[in-house]
């Protein structure tokens, strides 16, 4: 079969259109101009349900509690890991990893205090590590976290972790901002005590090291964090940072054009060719370990079906996604890692784009056309639900282009919207299974260890394993590959890993996107980070 460029389908092409056209712009209130002198205003499109990363999985809350609360590491505008409330990054070579891969040491910052003037020490760590392991909270991801099985600490500043047996990514995942599940230090003067942290003030208040502090937030209004000047960095130079959630992209986009919104540093790339119309505004695009995936429920019919997720991965061409949705801000992903990653496998199964080879697998799987054009099996409808994100417009593009790619090859697809804060929350649709499809983006593993997204055990709400994917031979290799050194012998895991993955196909790798932001001209000192929180040097920035 010929491949037309793009799209090859006109319905597919009007699909697209017609979610751009139901796009209405209406003002997001008065202008106020620039803005004033030392005030940022930053937007997205929802607010979070809580400040306390440990407890949620949207990348808005990890941004907004970034300006409170910090982490030992960080990920910097150069995708370099480096210390933030440690001296320097534990390794074999400096002596804070042991030869035998057991034993950690940090030593951790001098002259750092919470907002509220206690000292940050090596209590505070102890603490916030307990509250992870805490069977009582609904902690989104642990990995890591429960290989260790105590934390000594020699002295105020010293802390020493004691495996159960060596895990090469502990220095990129232990209190690390870098991908999924980041979780900060938080103060053992206020959860130490504490039975659990669900419903603790702290998520709606949290006390932090950062440069700035939270004065308020008024649930479905503004977020107001001011200037720490007590900052172990020095004072920031902003004075303050106001957060409005909006409704949507379009509302967001009215907002920008008047200035009534300064910064969204993750506006996505739908509208690069819009940004760039806006005075006085520019586009800020920078790699990432952001993967945008298509995420299939193998927990259910028919998508418990490999030979149905099969025809999925051949009916969609990714690479027209790319294009349409984010204006080729990213690559196309072949598997779940970049291509520049070390265990990079480029001999994976491939889904090229090919709808005949999607018909002919349904077809000799039994699923027959009807007069509308629709697969049936006997009295199975080949029916999908597909849940997403509400207002977002990256997901309402995408959505309409798998919906027509779909149709085009059988499958009845409808779309089903919830507010940011419910479709991944714990009783959400993804993590209690109600749904066939979703979409996200997601940053994947610094280092590539995944297992808590396809780990047999890892189902939600242990885990992240949305798919419901269990392979026992990939589960036995991803933690095989925690628990022995040497980048050779892992990458051999690794290749193995994706290979089985992808022959699977429990979720679709859409494309790795770049990370784009739209900003004032006034604001000056943003280098967004690599890693899941790009706010890593926050205090240098100025209006």
Not at 236 to 248: H, M, N, R, T
Not at 514 to 524: A, E, H, I, K, N
Request: charged share 20%; hydrophobic share 40%; with cysteine.
């Amino acid at each position: 079969m010929k491949r037309q460029p793009f799209l090859a389908a006109a319905a597919i092409a009007a699909a697209l259109q017609a979610a751009a056209c139901s796009r209405v712009e209406t003002s997001v209130g008065p202008s106020s101009g620039g803005g004033s002198v030392g005030t940022l205003r930053i937007s997205d499109i929802s607010d979070p349900t809580s400040l306390n990363p440990m407890l949620t999985g949207a990348d808005v809350a990890y941004q907004l509690s970034g300006y409170v609360l910090e982490y030992l590491v960080q990920l910097d505008d150069q995708g370099s890991v480096v210390p933030i409330l440690c001296e320097q990054v534990p390794s074999v070579e400096n002596g804070g990893v042991s030869k035998d891969g057991l034993t950690v040491t940090y030593h951790l910052r001098r002259g750092v205090s919470w907002s509220d003037g206690q000292p940050f020490t090596s209590a505070d760590v102890v603490a916030t590590w307990k509250q992870v392991m805490n069977p009582l909270n609904n902690v989104v991801d642990r990995e890591g976290y429960d290989t260790i099985a105590r934390i000594d600490t020699p002295d105020a500043h010293t802390i020493v972790l004691h495996l159960m047996h060596p895990y090469p990514p502990m220095p990129t995942r232990f209190f690390a901002a870098i991908q999924e599940g980041p979780i900060p230090v938080m103060p053992a003067h206020i959860i130490g005590g504490l039975k659990e942290l669900n419903d603790a003030p702290f998520g709606a208040h949290p006390i932090g090291t950062g440069p700035f502090v939270l004065r308020s937030w008024i649930r479905n209004g503004p977020m107001t964090f001011v200037a720490n000047p007590h900052y172990w960095q020095g004072p920031p130079q902003l004075k303050q940072i106001v957060f409005v959630a909006q409704p949507s992209t379009s509302t967001e986009l009215v907002g920008l054009r008047t200035h009534e919104i300064d910064a969204d540093f993750d506006a996505g790339g739908q509208r690069l060719p819009q940004y760039a119309s806006l005075p006085d505004m520019h586009a800020v695009e920078s790699r990432s370990l952001r993967l945008y995936l298509l995420d299939m429920n193998g927990g259910k019919a028919p998508l418990n079906d490999e030979i149905v997720r099969h025809a999925v991965g051949y009916a969609i061409d990714r690479r027209a996604v790319l294009h349409l949705v984010v204006h080729d801000a990213g690559a196309p992903a072949d598997e779940w890692l970049p291509a520049w990653s070390w265990a990079y496998t480029p001999d994976v199964p491939h889904y090229d784009y090919d709808p005949q080879k999607a018909a002919a697998l349904l077809d000799a799987d039994g699923w027959k056309p009807g007069a509308d054009g629709m697969r049936r099996k006997g009295d199975q409808s080949l029916a999908l639900v597909y849940v997403g994100i509400q207002g977002s417009g990256t997901f309402k593009d995408v959505a309409a282009l798998v919906q027509a790619y779909l149709k085009a090859v059988g499958f009845d697809v409808s779309i089903k919207l919830y507010p940011y804060g419910v479709v991944f929350d714990p009783g959400g649709p993804v993590k209690s299974g109600k749904f066939d499809l979703t979409s996200y983006s997601f940053s994947v593993n610094y280092d590539p260890s995944q297992l808590d997204y396809d780990g047999c055990d890892r189902y939600p709400p242990i885990g992240v394993n949305d798919e419901r994917f269990c392979d026992p031979v990939v589960d036995r290799e991803e933690r095989l590959a925690l628990q022995i050194g040497g980048i050779a012998a892992r990458k051999k895991l690794y290749a193995d890993i994706e290979r089985r993955r992808m022959a699977d196909l429990g979720g679709l790798p859409l494309y790795f996107s770049d990370r784009v932001g739209v900003v004032s001209d006034r604001l000056t000192g943003y280098r967004p980070s690599r890693g899941i929180i790009p706010e890593w040097n926050a205090y240098r920035w100025k209006m």
